[in-house]
Structures are given as C-alpha cells and as structure tokens.
C-alpha cells in the first residue's frame, strides 16, 4: 500500500502564501494522476486541484489563477503552491492518488 504524508501547512495571514508537499512511498509514482483535496469545518471534502502523470493540470474554480500544482517524479512528491490565501481557503488539506489518503495538513488564514 502506498503511503501518502502531508507537510507545509501551518497559519499564514491573508494575501499570504504556503506550499504543501506530499511525499508517496513506492516506485511507481509517475504512474498515478495526483491529487488535492480540502475539508473545512462542517463542509465536505472537496477537490482543489489534480494532476495527470503527464503534466495535465484541473482546478476547482475558488482555487484558479492562486493555486498551482506540480510534481517532481524523481523525489515522489507532489506540490501545491498556494498565493494569495484567503480565510475561505482554512481547511485541512489532503493528498490522494485515486488510492490511498494521506493524513492531512492544516491550513488556517486568518489575521
């Protein structure tokens, strides 16, 4: 079973900016689409933004134009960059390849 750990959350201020890494056992990462998913207080788990083995990138609408995912196959590991935060972006965040879950990380924007 492939492992999934979460890192790089934490408080940041709004208009503030965090990048998140997911780091996956095994060796057959460049293989799986890569996700990120959110869950706020009270809400369901949501989608924030996908990643194909060959680069293609989704995104929810909230997050377009302020959020950016990336791999890097050689570390396992896939990324989001998260700018211009907003209060509404507070949530824990989720790594997923279609499989397995990872923990979580928390996300909290507030002044």
């Known amino acids: 079973q492939v492992q999934l750990v979460e890192s790089g959350g934490g408080l940041v201020q709004p208009g503030g900016s965090l990048r998140l890494s997911c780091v996956a056992s095994?060796?057959?990462?460049?293989?799986?689409?890569m996700g990120w998913y959110r869950q706020a207080p009270g809400k369901q788990r949501e989608l924030v933004a996908i990643?194909?083995?060959?680069?293609?990138?989704t995104y929810a609408d909230s997050v377009k134009g302020r959020f950016t995912i990336s791999r890097d196959n050689a570390k396992n590991t896939v990324y989001l960059q998260m700018n211009s935060l907003k209060p509404e972006d507070t949530a824990v965040y989720y790594c997923?390849?279609?499989?397995?879950w990872g923990q979580g990380t928390q996300v909290t924007v507030s002044s």
């Open positions: 997923n390849n279609r499989l397995n």
């Open positions: 095994g060796s057959i990462f460049s293989m799986y689409h």
């Open positions: 990643i194909t083995p060959g680069g293609t990138t």
